[in-house]
């Protein structure tokens, strides 16, 4: 099974998360920069071990919505799931195919849907 990156500046928010899916047998790896999140998405392309994607929404030097933007640019079909504490930021991800998920985010909604982004019916995770 591919696994789910986490993006956040925040590094108590990673390590809180990758538990969280680690517990859940569902394996993960954590960037806390944008920048260093979408250079280790364009390497994983041929190999396609990143199956989804959650970003935080306000990080320093590059917002979540402008991640999502480069990220699009060269992987569109990948699922991201962002999250926030801001009710309007979604209308930032307008057009860029995003779930959107307000902080405090359910620990099992958040598992639920990277098991569904993880596992989609008829077969593996769209990855380009």
């Not at 680690?22 to 390497?43: M, T």
């Not at 990220?71 to 307008?94: Q, W």
């Amino acid at each position: 099974m591919a696994q789910v990156l986490l993006l956040d500046d925040n590094s108590a928010q990673l390590q809180l998360r990758e538990l969280l899916f680690r517990r859940a047998n569902i394996a993960c790896c954590v960037s806390a920069n944008a920048g260093d999140a979408l250079d280790l998405l364009r390497s994983d392309l041929n190999e396609g071990t990143i199956g989804a994607v959650i970003t935080d929404h306000l990080m320093p030097g590059m917002s979540g919505a402008e991640f999502v933007r480069q990220l699009r640019s060269f992987n569109p079909l990948i699922p991201v799931i962002v999250t926030s504490g801001l009710p309007d930021a979604h209308e930032e991800y307008k057009d860029l195919r995003v779930t959107f998920r307000l902080k405090p985010c359910d620990p099992d909604d958040l598992i639920a849907l990277v098991m569904a982004a993880l596992n989609p019916p008829g077969g593996r995770a769209s990855i380009m």
